[in-house]
Nanobody, 121 residues
Framework: QVQLMESGGGLVQPGGSLRLSCAAS????????MGWYRQAPGKQRELVAT???????NYVDSVKGRFTISRDNAKNTVFLQMNSLKPEDTAVYYC???????????????WGQGTQVTVSS
């Protein structure tokens, strides 16, 4: 059983920063891409950023230059450093990962439970 556990959400003023973390646990043989998605009230879930096992990154245009995704492969953990936060960044942020479980021959896609980020004065 693989689980993704996010942490680091909260309330922050506009212009502030937050750092999200997501740790994958369980019987894991490997992880390919990891990423962050977000869903604001009344809106569809959208991709925020992804990172491959080799460190290649991709960002949605609205966060480029403000957010940085990184990962620690030894700890099966992905991070999202969010700077210059705006009210429109308010959403539930979800961690996502393609995981190869021990004893399996294919990767499964997993989601975390989500962490709330609220940007407000």
């Amino acid at each position: 059983q693989v689980q993704l556990m996010e942490s680091g959400g909260g309330l922050v003023q506009p212009g502030g920063s937050l750092r999200l973390s997501c740790a994958a646990s369980g019987s894991i043989s490997g992880i390919r891409a990891m990423g962050w998605y977000r869903q604001a009230p009344g809106k569809q879930r959208e991709l925020v950023a992804t990172i491959t096992s080799g460190g290649s990154t991709n960002y949605v245009d609205s966060v480029k230059g403000r957010f940085t995704i990184s990962r620690d492969n030894a700890k099966n953990t992905v991070f999202l450093q969010m700077n210059s936060l705006k009210p429109e960044d308010t959403a539930v942020y979800y961690c996502n990962a393609d995981v190869l479980s021990t004893g399996k021959i294919w990767y499964w896609n997993y989601w975390g439970q989500g962490t709330q980020v609220t940007v407000s004065s």
